[in-house]
């Protein structure tokens, strides 16, 4: 999978506009999405600022480009009236975003169109439906711009959008040798940020469950390494339980969202164990000399991948869910760690250590097709967008001043760039989709 884009052939007066994903042309599709129409007196920023968030996540996928409004020859004024394709051809506009907003008190309502213009007809989704509306309160606009975006990019490429979720990460503060660390929360786009911890101890690799509404993380603030499950609406949390003098780490949950499994180390070995959430049940999985860490679920709950150094260097390998024998996966030159099954099932992101570089890549869940999408001085943790088409990680610079900030990429290398957090940054974990 190229993971590029082109217009599917033919699109023309018979062919709906279509993003072809696996295509290996590079050619942002070109959009134009004027101002949203506000359709009460309330509304008027909102309508402006809606618009800019639209395009935003678009042309932030890299597959998008923004014509300017300084290129349109005609305006919208009237979300009903007839749109003038040729208009909007003239300035090769290929797709065109209309939405009209109306605020009332607290609440918001926001409605939009898709065209397709060299067709002339508006694009529908896989329903048949046209247009559509979101409603809301006037605190939550941005998270309807993103389902507006996350619409449209359906609509265009036929696949889910990520625009509405958020992310779970490490923030960092002050110098290496001191450096404080305290969970945050953000919009997937770094707005709405929101901290869940203190920086009094250290806290680590962030998870969140299938439903979004928890998150499980790794503290050391009883001076070993604990799991901590914390209710994101609350900000209550739980310790799970783990042996005295044990050290617990590298949790994950299963996809129903009732199990963890997670690293335990104890007597000087280091093997995975799940445990029900609820009964506070533990079942080991591995039994050997090596360490094993970093398990990751696949998404229909049946096998894990984990990392492993039982063949004498770090390697990937998976496993029944349940235990028992496991397969090696990875087979390139270097050591391979912090495996994740994609929310698609077929491929596996991880880390990857080779002749004094970090990446992370991408490899199917046999080892083949292995891709390396990254190369620094240390690129680690990667997390998936819900749609499985990006990763977002973490990057740390070399030196003493040195410092760890998130990214984003998507799985063919292309579109690498850096993720807006007001200071550093370091294990992000992607939600699903908000419901």
């Known amino acids: 999978m190229a993971a590029t884009l082109a217009l599917a052939p033919n699109q023309s007066q018979a062919q709906p506009l279509r993003i072809v994903i696996d295509d ?4 942002p599709l070109p959009f134009a999405v004027p101002s949203f129409q506000p359709e009460s007196g309330e509304a008027g920023q909102m309508a402006v600022d809606l618009a ?13 480009r923004e014509i300017p409004a300084s290129a349109y020859i005609s305006t919208v004024s009237d979300f009903n009236a007839p749109v003038e394709y040729a208009d909007w051809k003239a300035i090769n506009a290929q797709a065109l975003i209309t939405g009209a907003v109306n605020v009332t008190g607290n ?12 067709s002339g007809e508006e694009l529908l989704d896989g329903n048949g439906q046209g247009g559509l509306q979101f409603s809301g309160t006037v605190d939550g606009w941005r998270r309807m711009a993103h389902k507006v975006a996350d619409a449209v990019y359906s609509r265009i490429t036929g696949e889910g959008g990520y625009f509405d979720s958020r992310v779970v990460y490490v923030s960092e503060t002050g110098p290496k040798d001191d450096r404080q660390k305290r969970l945050a929360i953000m919009d997937y786009d770094g707005a709405n940020l929101k901290y869940l911890t203190e920086s009094g101890s250290i806290v680590l690799a962030p998870r969140f469950s299938p439903d ?33 003098g044990s050290m617990a780490f590298a949790p994950r949950f299963s996809p129903s969202g009732q199990t963890v499994v997670y690293s335990l180390s104890q007597g000087g070995n280091t093997d995975i164990f799940t445990m029900d959430i609820n ?9 050997t000399p090596a360490i094993e860490t970093a398990p990751s679920f696949s998404p229909d709950g049946s096998k894990i991948v984990f990392e492993s150094d039982r063949s004498g260097s770090q390697q990937l390998y998976i496993m ?13 030159e270097g050591r391979y760690g912090t495996p994740v099954w994609s929310p698609r099932g077929d491929l596996v992101a991880f880390t990857k250590q080779n002749k004094g570089r970090f990446h992370i890549g991408v490899m199917r869940t046999d080892g083949s097709e292995e891709r390396l999408l990254t190369a620094s001085f240390l690129d680690e943790g990667p997390t998936w967008a819900p749609n499985g088409r990006v990763i977002m990680f973490a990057r740390e610079t070399q030196g003493a001043g040195g410092s760890s900030s998130l990214y984003s990429v998507d799985i063919s290398g292309r579109n690498l760039k850096p993720v807006r957090t007001p200071e550093g940054g370091s294990d992000p974990s992607w939600s699903p989709l908000q419901k």
């Open 24 to 27: 290996p042309t590079i050619e």
């Open 52 to 64: 800019r968030v639209v395009s935003e996540d678009l042309t932030g996928t890299g597959l998008f």
């Open 107 to 118: 609440s918001v309502n926001v409605k939009f169109r898709v065209y397709d213009v060299f």
């Open 212 to 244: 979004g509404n928890r998150v499980l993380y790794t503290s050391y603030e009883s001076g070993f390494p604990r799991i901590y499950v914390l209710d994101i609406g609350s900000v209550q949390r739980r310790a799970l339980e783990s042996a005295e």
């Open 279 to 287: 009964s506070g049940q533990s079942v080991r999985l591995t039994n």
């Open 320 to 332: 029944p869910a349940t235990g028992g024998e496991a397969t090696r996966i990875s087979f390139g």
